[in-house]
């Protein structure tokens, strides 16, 4: 019983460095996708996107144009981070005190 308690316990310490694209995935179906998915308002395309350096994506997220803003406030910089390996599909080592964030 300890023993699966521990493992659980692990599991669950774990589990937000595993989710990493996966969550950046999501997070842009659901914030980004409308605009960047058809080239609304002249936004890249996604093999745009995917074509960046993750850096280039965290600073777009960080300062964006007048129109992302409302889109980008509520992103944590984790959030960004997921976005970006997302996309590229390049892993983000450890940095600022975020943890790796491994591309899938």
């Known amino acids: ?8 316990g692990f599991a669950v ?17 659901t914030k980004c996708m409308m605009c960047h998915g058809s080239g609304v308002a002249n936004a890249p395309l996604v093999d745009k996107l995917a074509a ?20 980008t406030s509520t992103l944590s910089d ?6 970006a390996v997302f996309l590229t599909k390049k ?6 005190g975020l943890p790796e964030v491994k591309a899938q």
């Open 1 to 8: 019983m300890k023993l699966s308690a521990l493992v659980l």
């Open 13 to 29: 310490l774990a589990a937000p460095a595993f989710a990493g694209p996966t969550e950046g995935g999501a997070i842009f179906e």
């Open 52 to 71: 960046l350096d993750n850096q280039k994506i965290i600073d777009a997220l960080t300062t964006p144009i007048p129109m992302m803003a409302g889109v």
């Open 78 to 83: 984790e959030d960004k981070r997921n976005i």
């Open 91 to 96: 892993s983000l080592p450890a940095a600022g």
